[in-house]
């Protein structure tokens, strides 16, 4: 089994919708949560940390449910920038590396 | 420019070659990681080094890869007898060390290697 899993999508939404994204992970000792973005052919880049009491950033959301080891992001407002992949990162209890999933991928249309 | 750097952007070789690829991290960043990424997957941790020393390497991480960091600043990952199923891009990434690392790495743009 993956330590993270995400729907790949992709998921076409129209410009100004609002996009919701959930990630599971199976490891219940994971402590670090992060959302990435990833552009084609380009590198992963830090979108979000995701924390314990949820936070926002914008009009991005992240949310945590340890008890059932998910995470989300909602992006309102959908804007054509925003279409890119979406990496789901855990990190589990060692710190030593963060284990991503497939990445979700956001098609934002006009 | 203070972001990690990546060399060469672009690498074709034919098969059975050797190649190296660098990666010079944020420099007060102690911590170094090698990755790879294969089309429609995420990152694939290959191994991580704290300072000069590497800590953990990935079973993915065959005896054709080796990885140094040899003054614990950039770092090489070197390939021997590269095979296409190596064909992928490879990402390095650095992170502040202990509770830093909370903060989520910063990648390179990546070395994109393709094996004919």
């Known amino acids: 089994r993956k330590e993270v899993e995400q729907d790949p999508g992709p998921f076409n939404v129209p410009e100004g919708a609002t996009v919701a994204f959930n990630c599971t992970y199976s490891?219940?000792?994971?402590?670090?949560f992060f959302w990435y973005r990833q552009d084609c052919r380009k590198e992963p880049k830090l979108l979000m940390s995701?924390?314990?009491s949820g936070n926002e950033d914008g009009r991005f959301t992240a949310q945590l449910n340890r008890a059932s080891q998910y995470i989300s992001l909602l992006i309102r407002d959908s804007k054509l920038s925003d279409s890119a992949t979406y990496l789901c990162v855990v990190n589990l209890y060692n710190f030593n590396k963060f284990y991503f999933g497939s990445g979700t991928k956001l098609n934002v249309k006009p | 420019d203070t972001g990690v750097s990546q060399n060469p952007r672009h690498k074709i070789t034919k098969r059975g070659q050797n190649v190296t690829f660098r990666c010079d991290p944020i420099?007060?960043?102690?911590?170094l990681y090698w990755y790879r990424q294969t089309l429609g997957q995420g990152p694939e941790f290959l191994t991580y080094?704290?300072?000069?020393?590497?800590?953990?390497k990935s079973r993915l991480l065959s005896d054709r890869f080796s990885a140094e960091r040899p003054k614990g600043s950039f770092s090489t990952l070197e390939i021997q007898r590269t095979e296409q199923g190596d064909s992928a891009m490879y990402l390095c990434?650095?992170?502040?060390?202990?509770?830093?690392?909370?903060?989520?790495?910063?990648f390179g743009s990546g070395t994109r290697l393709t094996v004919v």
């Open positions: 490891n219940s000792a994971s402590q670090s």
């Open positions: 995701v924390y314990s």
């Open positions: 990434a650095s992170s502040p060390g202990g509770q830093g690392v909370r903060r989520g790495y910063t």
């Open positions: 080094f704290q300072n000069e020393a590497q800590l953990e």
């Open positions: 420099s007060e960043h102690n911590r």
